[in-house]
């Protein structure tokens, strides 16, 4: 039987039960007694919709008496004011903006007796009747709540706890429900699901494209913001908004060269904006392009005189590119628009300082501090320009100021540590840079500067800790490691003073004392041949008679006669009216087998000093080596007369008497 239930919910509860069971069973026998004749009548090829009335009233008496389960047939839906007939096999559909209502339904039971409808996912126990919204399940099946699985609905007819029915619902969703649910959403996560498949399913929509890109961005997605942006612009290069959001995206991640031909793309469809130009130069500024910034600074203000940003920036750019001049020019036009501004005033100062135009930035820095007080950096900066106006005083007075308010800036104390250096006040200065020091460990230059403070000192192990902290820091440093071997040397310790002249020699010190104290040094350890090697090293730069001198004694012992006789030879270059230089080449030419340089430069010898005994006794044996009798008798008198205790020369007289007759009569 079919059962109607009004949108009302009217439901007829009275009448005399006596009554209504007496209707029923008289109908039930009249059904049953009907059925079975006309059943059986029927059995012989009698049209089929009789049969299939007879089936119905047979199946309503046996559900309604015998309590058999009911089939259904169909149900009658009335969605947006139109009916629709829904039977077992078929779906039904709805979307955000549908209304419908269960309306009839049709079944065996007679008057409906324990049928109910369930939509699922909405409505009450029993929805015939009920208004209903497909917004509510699109709503379900929209959420992407964490863990939540794919849920399917159904409109389920049920005769008492029994399901006879199961209607699918097709849940449509548009791309205008994951719009509404993103505009909805306060979760950027969740904005960016709702998107993405808004735009799978509208893939062409660039404005619904845009809005993920949006919300990629929001959501920290940057890469992916910039992709959906990019597919924007491949559809339409020439859509304001993204190219727009790409250069920020662009800036913000300092890709700066990809940048400006947007903002080149920008500027063709709006030739006017400033801004654009702007962005490109500061685009160029941040590569360092200085003159290309300066040109867009300038477009940029032709456009918008009245920029003060973008001027400051331009001054700024002139700063940079090493045009001072250009940039106090836009500072100052920048301040007579922002006068008294802090800021513009600081960086105008500091321009004079680096024309050193120190007078205008003392004025400027101390308009400043009337203005900040506290102002550490500028107290900094007016030392700065104090001292280099010779105001020491004022300078030291300065730097103290920005340490009271500032206690922590390093730069401050090693400026004050230098200060105190020009004044000679070195244990002051000491103490700046130790507190450099603590303030920041590994500073390079105040670890130097207490290195040679201490070196000065004599201090040398104090020196030399230092020293090891900056060639930790700095291992190719050659004068470190020259000031290392020379406190090491001092110190005694003249292995690691080799070491530490070697290393320095090997990163470029040319300073031609290393080679001497080197010298020295393996001198000290026994290694005569090394430092010989080193004085050799050290006499091309500076040849010296005293070094000159080492090495010719060295050369000799070495039979290096060919040597010793150039470092004589250099010594007479030195001075020329030294006696012994003559009688020492002479010497060395004696061993080499040259006997008349070496005479010659005996008799060089005794021009200057007649009065050596002992070169006119080597005169008189050269002289003797060449048969020269008669003249080597002469100067073995004369070295005899002039020191009576030569014993050899008293003995050599006679003997060359008897070679002088021995030579006459063997001719």
């Given at each position: 039987?079919?059962?109607y239930r009004s949108r009302k919910h009217v ?284 040109a867009n600074y300038k477009v940029a203000l ?366």
């Open positions: 039987m079919d059962y439901k007829d509860e009275g009448g005399d039960k006596t009554r209504y069971v007496w209707i029923i069973v008289i109908l039930v026998i009249l059904s049953f007694v009907g059925g079975i004749v006309l059943n059986q009548l029927l059995s012989d090829n009698h049209d089929g919709a009789i049969t299939q009335r007879v089936y119905r009233i047979k199946n309503i008496f046996l559900s309604t008496i015998m309590d058999r389960t009911p089939d259904f047939y169909y149900m009658n839906i009335e969605k947006n004011g139109k009916d629709f007939r829904i039977e077992q096999d078929n779906r039904f559909e709805v979307s955000y903006r549908d209304e419908f209502v269960v309306k009839q339904v049709s079944t065996d039971m007679l008057f409906g007796k324990g049928i109910s409808v369930d939509v699922e996912g909405m409505g009450t126990a029993n929805d015939i009747g009920v208004l209903l919204k497909g917004i509510v399940l699109v709503d379900r099946v929209v959420s992407i709540e964490k863990g939540k699985q794919e849920e399917h609905y159904n409109i389920l007819v049920k005769s008492g706890e029994t399901v006879i029915a199961s209607i699918p619902i097709d849940v449509r969703v548009l791309p205008q429900d994951w719009l509404r649910y993103a505009k909805g959403s306060e979760s950027t996560r969740s904005q960016v699901e709702y998107l993405r498949r808004a735009v799978e399913m509208k893939p062409d929509d660039i404005e619904v494209r845009k809005m993920l890109a949006k919300a990629y961005i929001a959501s920290g997605k940057t890469t992916s913001g910039l992709s959906e942006y990019k597919k924007v612009l491949a559809k339409e290069p020439n859509d304001l908004v993204s190219l727009i959001e790409v250069t920020k995206i662009y800036m913000r991640s300092k890709k700066y060269a990809e940048a400006i031909p947007l903002y080149r793309r920008i500027i063709r469809i709006n030739p006017s904006d400033d801004v654009a130009y702007a962005n490109i130069a500061f685009a160029y500024s941040r590569l360092k392009q200085w003159d290309r910034a300066i032709k456009k918008n005189s009245g920029n003060v940003e973008v001027r400051y920036q331009l001054a700024e750019s002139y700063e940079r590119s090493g045009n001072i001049k250009g940039a106090i020019a836009q500072y100052k036009e920048v301040l007579k628009k922002m006068p008294g501004d802090v800021v513009v005033m600081d960086a105008l100062a500091h321009a004079y300082l680096k024309i050193k135009a120190f007078d205008d930035a003392i004025g400027l820095y101390e308009k400043i501090l009337k203005k900040k007080p506290r102002n550490a950096s500028v107290y900094a900066n007016l030392g700065l320009a104090y001292g280099s106006r010779g105001l020491k005083k004022k300078e030291i007075e300065s730097y103290k100021k920005a340490i009271a308010i500032d206690p922590r800036d390093p730069v401050v104390h090693f400026n004050l540590a230098v200060a105190y250096e020009r004044e000679k006040q070195y244990q002051k200065a000491a103490a700046e840079y130790e507190k450099v020091l603590k303030i920041k460990p590994n500073d390079t230059d105040a670890i130097l500067r207490l290195a040679e403070y201490h070196l000065r000192k004599k201090d040398y192990n104090k020196s030399i800790v230092f020293y090891e902290k900056i060639v930790k820091q700095s291992p190719r440093n050659g004068s470190v490691y020259a000031n290392l071997g020379f406190a090491y040397g001092e110190l005694k310790k003249y292995k690691e003073a080799v070491d530490k002249y070697n290393k320095a020699l090997k990163y470029g010190v040319k300073d031609k004392q290393i080679y001497y104290n080197l010298a020295v040094a393996y001198g000290r350890i026994g290694n005569t041949g090394k430092e010989m090697a080193a004085y050799e090293r050290y006499v091309t730069y500076k040849p010296t008679i005293k070094i000159l001198t080492i090495l010719a004694d060295y050369y000799v012992k070495k039979k290096k006669y060919d040597k010793a006789i150039s470092a004589y030879k250099k010594m007479i270059q030195l001075n020329a009216k030294r006696p012994e230089f003559y009688s020492g080449l002479a010497y060395v030419y004696g061993l080499a087998g040259n006997v008349d340089r070496e005479i010659d430069n005996y008799r060089s010898s005794l021009k200057l000093d007649r009065e050596d005994y002992a070169v006119y006794f080597n005169l008189a044996a050269a002289l003797e080596k060449k048969g020269r009798y008669e003249e080597a008798l002469k100067h073995y008198r004369t070295a005899y007369q002039l020191n009576p205790d030569l014993t050899e020369a008293a003995r050599k007289i006679p003997e060359m008497k008897i070679k002088m007759l021995e030579q006459k009569y063997k001719g």
